[in-house]
């Protein structure tokens, strides 16, 4: 489950990264139709890639919390 979430992660990260270097790739094009192609599409790479990551990140922490305060009330 581990390796899983760590691959995951990773590829979000990675992932943001590029939609980050699309958004600023974007500022650089001087044609209004490729600068407006550019620019929603690194916006949805990197809404995307941010929900996966800030998803795990929350999933990790609640499983963690699950762990370590197990149910007393299911008996």
């Known amino acids: 489950m581990r390796l899983n979430s760590l691959v995951l992660s ?3 990260c990675l992932f ?6 699309l958004m600023i790739a974007a500022y650089y094009q001087t044609h209004p ?9 690194a916006s949805l ?7 996966l990551l800030l998803g795990l990140i929350w ?3 609640s499983l963690k ?6 149910d ?4």
């Open 10 to 12: 990773l590829a979000a």
């Open 16 to 21: 943001l990264a590029f939609g980050l270097y």
């Open 33 to 41: 139709t490729v600068f407006l192609a550019l620019f929603f599409s």
């Open 45 to 51: 790479i990197i809404l995307l890639s941010a929900a």
């Open 59 to 61: 999933r990790y922490f």
């Open 65 to 70: 919390k699950e762990r370590n305060n197990p």
């Open 72 to 75: 007393s009330s299911s008996g």
